[in-house]
């Protein structure tokens, strides 16, 4: 509704004229003597009705965006490991982790690819991935920490055991790539932990890891299927897994093997 306004205005010749207007959205109505007309709007009220056409427009345009975003694929593999273990009295598995480099050393053998940031997190440049026609060499900075008597083990490790090396992933970059191919959204993550667990006379080296993988596939990749793309990721994701695990077990039990004999060595010097 609009506001109804009464003015009397007198005239020369003393008589009263009587002015009703409504004033409404588009304008105003007059009726002055039985006749109506319908005055333009102000211009005031067309910058605002304008403006507010604009604004309607481009809240419509964001809207249809944010429809069209497309949601990451995600894409994860596991695996767990079990070896036998040959412990030393002298020269036990927990010792050997509390050197928490000279593990990260066995697990990642190629130091001129690594970097430690500090006492708990190294730098390393993987090795190139390659996803269909895309290149890219990821750089993570991997956090080891040691943790004993079943305090915030992680996720499947049994309280009893005495003490589990944890690995995990904080950060990460993608290098190697062209802005125009890379990723509006990518995230690398491992999850590890790596403990003796003792029955006995008898030890085992067990050990889990999960690596996941998430991106937004750049426009170039619109024409690639799905199941092709899941097929490729999985093979890129089983490779970085093989990667690791042949760290995990063949060149850090090789190290802890050299780790007991030069315990041995110094036992016996002194």
Request: charged share 30%; proline share 6%; with cysteine.
């Amino acid at each position: 509704m609009g506001e109804v306004t009464a003015l009397f205005r007198p005239w020369q010749n003393n008589t009263t004229s009587l002015i009703m207007s409504m004033q409404y959205k588009g304008g105003a109505h007059f009726s002055i003597n039985g006749r109506r007309w319908r005055s333009k709007p102000k211009k005031q009220q067309q910058c605002h009705l304008l403006l507010m056409r604009r604004r309607r427009r481009s809240c419509n345009f964001f809207e249809s965006k944010a429809m069209m975003v497309t949601p990451p694929s995600t894409y994860s593999s596991t695996i767990a490991t079990d070896n036998p273990l040959s412990e030393s009295p002298s020269a036990s598995f927990d010792s050997y982790l509390d050197n928490k480099p000279r593990v990260f050393r066995a697990i990642f053998p190629h130091q001129q690819r690594t970097k430690r940031l500090n006492e708990e997190e190294w730098r390393v440049d993987m090795l190139p991935i390659q996803f269909l026609f895309l290149n890219a060499r990821p750089i993570i900075d991997m956090r080891l920490r040691c943790k004993s008597k079943g305090k915030d083990y992680p996720a499947g490790v049994p309280c009893h055991i005495s003490k589990v090396l944890e690995l995990k992933i904080v950060r990460w970059d993608l290098h190697g790539i062209d802005e125009i191919l890379k990723p509006s959204h990518f995230s690398l993550g491992v999850d590890g932990a790596l403990y003796p667990d003792r029955h006995g006379k008898e030890s085992r080296l067990r050990g889990q890891l999960q690596i996941r993988m998430s991106f937004i596939h750049p426009p170039v990749l619109d024409f690639v299927p799905e199941d092709i793309r899941r097929r490729v990721a999985e093979s890129v994701l089983k490779r970085l897994m093989e990667n690791l695990k042949d760290g995990m077990n063949g060149s850090l039990l090789a190290d802890y093997s050299e780790f007991k004999r030069e315990k041995s060595r110094l036992r016996k010097a002194l």
